[in-house]
């Protein structure tokens, strides 16, 4: 995307059934939960019970006789959507019909949601089908727009924010991140929803760029009773969407539940590994530390490469090889590389995913201008290492540190430069 998403439009909605954000989260990858997006909004977007849909829609979206774009698809490959559509019918999700002309000639197929008369019961095991009726809106920019521009772990992540707010009839909502790894079980032993289906470290990430792109807001909460709190989340409108004077349902205020306070940071900060060190051992242990550091920090770079490979529709099986053929660091230039060419309108051929092997195989010449970027972007770095070897004005070494999450000294959340 040239330019950052700038908010969702005063509302129009299409609705979508509750078990995709309680159950199916949890059990379809993302490129299965893309195409089951689309075959919703296809279908309960307009009102219909089924849609005729063909392949180049699902991929490429739909354009108008007046040359305007109705929706973008999916942003996947034929070869996706058609494993996807495969294992979306194995998993009792979808139906699938196939039409013929009178001469025998293969149609565009006809889709429909699995629906099940009986009552949904919350077990494990396979999918039954959904039941009727039980829905939360989705805003259409979700479908039309954003099918086509998010990664899968960012539309899971953007699902559960959507659900837990107005799914509940909220404009906001405060979720922790436990919340959203490994969902809810009640009182009764009922399970709620399963959670995004994400790990930690791919949640965290999604939030970051979800943010990024303006997509959601979060508000950090904290007490000093409770310290930190849940997070406050909310989806991003360029107007209130239901103006100021008229709330969701059962909503008084939108205001967080406790004073945002700043927490005591100077009685937080963990002294730097280093000065724990006796003088006379600080040479010889400083330089074991230091190995045991660079060797963890290699095994963290390298799984966080291969996340970010698969994440971007690469079989898990070619980006082990890639990770054992390649550094790390070269796997995470040409992801950024990728990004730069995303961001100037570049569409691939094939796939993203096959660009990207293809350009870390063959080790495409970067451009000029990409160099400049990657040479501002050490820079950067390398005044917030002075930055946090000298503890003065506000740290942004953070992802500089391979020992702390987050700056020790600020307690900033590390940033993108």
């Given at each position: 995307?040239?330019?950052?998403?700038?908010?969702?439009?005063?509302?129009?909605?299409?609705?979508?059934?509750n078990?995709?954000?309680?159950?199916?989260?949890?059990?379809?990858?993302?490129?299965?939960?893309?195409?089951?997006?689309?075959?919703?909004?296809?279908t309960?977007?307009?009102?219909?019970?089924?849609?005729?849909?063909?392949?180049?829609?699902?991929v490429?979206?739909?354009?108008?006789k007046?040359?305007?774009?109705?929706?973008?698809?999916t942003?996947?490959?034929?070869?996706?959507?058609?494993?996807?559509?495969?294992?979306l019918?194995?998993?009792?999700?979808?139906?699938?019909?196939?039409?013929k002309?009178?001469?025998?000639k293969?149609?565009s197929?006809?889709?429909?949601?699995?629906f099940?008369?009986?009552?949904?019961?919350?077990?494990?095991?396979?999918?039954?089908?959904?039941?009727?009726?039980?829905y939360?809106?989705?805003a259409?920019?979700?479908?039309?727009?954003?099918?086509?521009?998010l990664?899968g772990?960012e539309?899971k992540?953007?699902?559960?924010?959507?659900?837990?707010?107005?799914?509940?009839?909220?404009?906001?909502?405060?979720i922790?991140?436990?919340?959203?790894?490994?969902?809810?079980?009640?009182?009764?032993?009922?399970?709620?929803?399963?959670?995004?289906?994400?790990?930690?470290?791919?949640l965290i990430?999604?939030?970051?760029?979800?943010?990024?792109?303006?997509?959601?807001?979060?508000?950090?909460?904290?007490?000093?009773?409770?310290?930190f709190e849940?997070?406050?989340y909310?989806?991003?409108?360029?107007?209130?969407?239901w103006?100021?004077?008229?709330?969701?349902?059962?909503?008084?205020?939108?205001?967080?539940?406790?004073?945002?306070?700043?927490?005591?940071?100077?009685?937080?900060?963990?002294?730097?590994?280093?000065?724990?060190?006796?003088?006379?051992?600080?040479?010889?242990?400083?330089?074991?530390?230091?190995?045991?550091?660079?060797?963890?920090?290699?095994n963290?770079?390298?799984?966080?490469?291969?996340?970010?490979?698969v994440d971007?529709?690469?079989?898990?099986?070619i980006?082990?090889s890639l990770?054992?053929?390649?550094?790390?660091k070269?796997?995470?230039?040409y992801?950024?590389?990728?990004?730069?060419?995303l961001?100037?309108?570049?569409?691939?051929?094939?796939?993203?995913?096959?660009?990207?092997?293809?350009?870390?195989?063959n080790?495409?010449?970067?451009?000029?201008?990409?160099?400049k970027?990657?040479?501002?972007?050490?820079?950067?770095?390398?005044?917030?290492?002075?930055?946090?070897?000298?503890?003065?004005?506000?740290?942004?070494a953070?992802k500089?540190?391979?020992?702390?999450?987050?700056?020790p000294?600020?307690?900033?959340?590390?940033?993108?430069?």
């Open positions: 995307m040239k330019d950052k998403f700038k908010g969702f439009t005063r509302p129009t909605y299409t609705i979508s059934p078990q995709i954000f309680d159950e199916l989260l949890d059990i379809l990858n993302g490129s299965e939960l893309k195409v089951l997006l689309y075959i919703i909004r296809r309960f977007g307009f009102k219909k019970e089924s849609d005729n849909v063909s392949l180049n829609q699902i490429n979206g739909i354009k108008k007046d040359g305007s774009m109705q929706d973008y698809g942003g996947l490959s034929k070869r996706s959507v058609q494993k996807a559509i495969i294992k019918v194995e998993k009792n999700v979808i139906l699938k019909t196939r039409r002309d009178d001469i025998g293969e149609l197929p006809t889709y429909s949601l699995n099940i008369d009986i009552p949904f019961k919350n077990v494990t095991g396979s999918f039954i089908g959904f039941t009727i009726p039980n939360t809106i989705v259409d920019e979700v479908f039309d727009v954003l099918l086509s521009k990664s772990s539309i992540t953007l699902l559960f924010i959507i659900r837990q707010t107005f799914g509940y009839s909220k404009e906001s909502e405060n922790s991140l436990n919340r959203m790894l490994h969902g809810y079980i009640s009182k009764d032993k009922i399970v709620v929803d399963r959670g995004v289906g994400l790990q930690k470290k791919t990430k999604t939030l970051k760029s979800l943010i990024k792109k303006k997509i959601i807001i979060k508000e950090k909460r904290y007490s000093k009773d409770k310290g849940p997070t406050n909310k989806i991003n409108f360029q107007t209130d969407p103006g100021k004077k008229y709330h969701l349902v059962g909503v008084k205020s939108t205001t967080p539940m406790v004073k945002k306070v700043l927490p005591p940071l100077e009685e937080k900060r963990p002294s730097p590994l280093v000065e724990k060190l006796p003088p006379q051992y600080k040479n010889k242990q400083y330089k074991k530390i230091q190995q045991h550091v660079d060797v963890i920090s290699k963290r770079e390298e799984k966080e490469a291969l996340n970010n490979l971007l529709n690469v079989n898990k099986k980006a082990k990770i054992k053929k390649h550094s790390y070269k796997i995470n230039t992801i950024k590389y990728l990004n730069y060419k961001d100037k309108g570049f569409k691939p051929k094939d796939s993203i995913a096959a660009f990207l092997v293809d350009s870390i195989v080790s495409y010449i970067l451009p000029e201008n990409f160099k970027s990657e040479e501002s972007e050490i820079k950067n770095i390398n005044r917030a290492k002075k930055c946090y070897e000298s503890i003065k004005g506000d740290c942004i953070s500089t540190i391979n020992l702390y999450p987050y700056c000294y600020c307690e900033k959340i590390s940033k993108k430069y």
